[in-house]
């Protein structure tokens, strides 16, 4: 069948993704965006060998490895023993064109798709309109739109729900968001000041276990980002207080003189999926679709996942290699790796962090530090961190 045009509400890296692809298939696309520009705050940066993978069949990796941050290492340190597993990324050549992590910005990103989409006369990025309402039957779906001139209404063949967490799409569509929500809230602090130089074998990735206080270290284009847990009665105003941001990086590493920071944001912590992917010609992706806690950096790419799977799914019917029936597989490949995979390792990885039993943490990092040292016990674990393993489940479902 010939796609005459896919709506798409949300333009972050999920649905501007899924825009390219289906704009290099032909496809004309309008994406929804309620703000008035593309996000500007820091959001995600890390990026998994097999999305990269995917970004140099999308022609985007060479510009993402141009500006971004090559990590081959990733760490998992114990803050109080000091003990260090070290894994090696290049441990997973041959098994991906990209044996490491990109530490690069999501706003980077939906910049470097807005330039590309550029070239799509087709292809229409509208500010100022949030997405609200929709209808369909079985040959188009109708989306409401506000925008500063009014509700307007936008007709299309299929649409996709790209627009977050708090996704109207998905209430539009009255699809339930089960899970929960984590008690405490996550603190970034982003500031100029080089761990690298002072904290010994330092990497790009840090994930730093601790009894009293864990934390991660993330080290992007000119700055770390260090994320740390809050308890749930701090007040917001005292988490983002010039004192306590104080406190908490003073504890990475005391050092003479107070730390300037770049950016601080505060945020609330969440694991769920929803009930389906799919309702006629509506379907979900991305952070709409899913949420978890993002240690691992596994969010925004499981989004691009769900992304590149439905809208090449899309591209297939469109030049007509495909029946209709093949969009069903979209939710039977993605839903259960978000459940399986992306919550079920995300969801360990905090438990990890946050273990306060000394003897318990002590046994965690013992094991840590011996899949490291051991080749194939590393390659295993980097398969399932790195998200390998998860795309080649989703890719064997029929």
Known sequence: MTIKRVLIAGAGPVGMTAALVLSRAGIPVTVFERDAGLAEDLRASTWHPPTLDMMGELGLVDQILQDGLIARYTQHRDRKSGAIAEFDMELLRGETDHPYRVQYEQFRFTRLLQQHLAAFPDCRIVFNANAQSLTQDGERVLLSVETPNGIEQHGGDYLIGADGSRSNIRRAANIDFPGLTFPERFYVATTAFDFGKVLDRLCYVNYIADTDEWCVLLKVIGSWRCLFPTPPEEPDAEVLSDAKTEERL??????????????????????????????????????????????????????????????????????????????????????????????????????????????????????????????????????????????????SIQ
């Open 250 to 395: 003073q504890g990475v590493w005391k050092k003479d003189g107070r730390y300037d920071t770049e950016h601080r944001t505060i945020y609330n912590v969440h694991q769920r999926v929803a009930a389906q992917y799919r309702l006629g010609r509506v379907f979900l992706a991305g952070d709409a679709a899913h949420l978890n806690n993002p240690i691992g950096g596994m969010g925004m790419n499981g989004g691009l996942h769900d992304a590149i799977n439905l809208a090449d799914k899309l591209a297939a019917l469109h030049r007509g290699e495909v029946r209709e029936t093949v969009l069903d597989a979209y939710e039977r490949q993605r839903r259960p790796i978000a459940i399986d995979h992306v919550n079920a390792n995300t969801a360990r990885n905090k438990r990890v962090l946050e273990e306060r039993d000394p003897q318990a943490r002590k046994r965690t990092q013992d094991e840590l530090c011996r899949q490291a040292e051991d080749p194939a016990l590393a390659r295993a674990f980097l398969r399932k961190s790195s998200m390998i393993d998860a795309l080649r489940v989703s890719q």
